[in-house]
């Protein structure tokens, strides 16, 4: 695996990703010990659980989708996955930690809640991968659901598993720049379903409002670009990190 001195160097070789700009903002140093010196991060407790999640969800909206029918509001099917989809990534060597059934079947209990205020829309996509360019660079993103109702009006919906307060706007603005460039859409709804607390939370992307959104973006590309140092940002998530070991300040 190739390791970069730089991470201008990082994003013309390989890409730009949300996870890659919000792990720089969380720590500089971890950024760089991740990205550019390739130094393995093992997944936490709480992302491993999230993936539990979302493969399960994933898997049940691409069983509503290849049935050709609408969103549904019967999530029955739901709860039966949570045993073999564990095992399943357990035996993949995705999931390290012991999950119990409750807290999971909790988060699905709030996607349960929260898919019927999405009725009666189709599905264009699950876990949707997009490789893009902006201004020369290259994006990936993945998107967890695109909808689609019968006026052609798109909507977006990125499902979370921890707290509103820690979601960056970015995130789901960005999975919105395919959408604009695949489709004729002049505005697109965005949504963080916040599973854990039965919430959502709403924004709307207009076409008009890309360049200026892509103009931000670049310019905190540019901004991670221009530092030489990647200085550690002390956190109560040092607890939680998966390069500790390696930081200056571990």
Known sequence: MKK??????????????????????????????????????????????????????????????????????????????TIPTCKELREAGELTYFLNEYEIENLLDG?????????????????????????????????????????????IIDFKTGKPEYVDD????????????????SEIELIYAFLRYGELKRLRMTCKSVTNFSDKLIDRVRLIEADKTFFPEPSFLCDFCGVREHCHEG
């Open 4 to 81: 970069y001195n730089t991470s201008k160097e990082l994003f013309r070789s390989e890409y730009v990703s949300y996870s890659r700009l919000s792990s720089y903002e969380t720590c500089p140093q971890k950024f760089k010990l991740t990205y550019l010196d390739k130094i393995p991060c093992p997944v936490g407790r709480a992302g491993q659980l999230g993936s539990v999640v979302h493969t399960i969800i994933a898997k049940y909206l691409e069983d509503v989708r290849s049935s050709n029918s609408l969103v549904e509001t019967d999530t029955s099917d739901l709860y039966e996955s």
């Open 111 to 155: 996607f349960a809640k929260l898919l019927p205020r999405v009725d009666s829309q189709s599905i264009v996509g699950v876990e949707v991968e997009s490789n893009f360019e902006i201004q020369g660079y290259q994006f990936k993103t993945i998107t967890d659901l695109i909808l689609c109702n019968a006026n052609g009006k798109f909507t």
């Open 170 to 185: 970015l995130q789901i603005q960005l999975y919105s720049i395919p959408l604009f460039e695949k489709s004729s859409a």
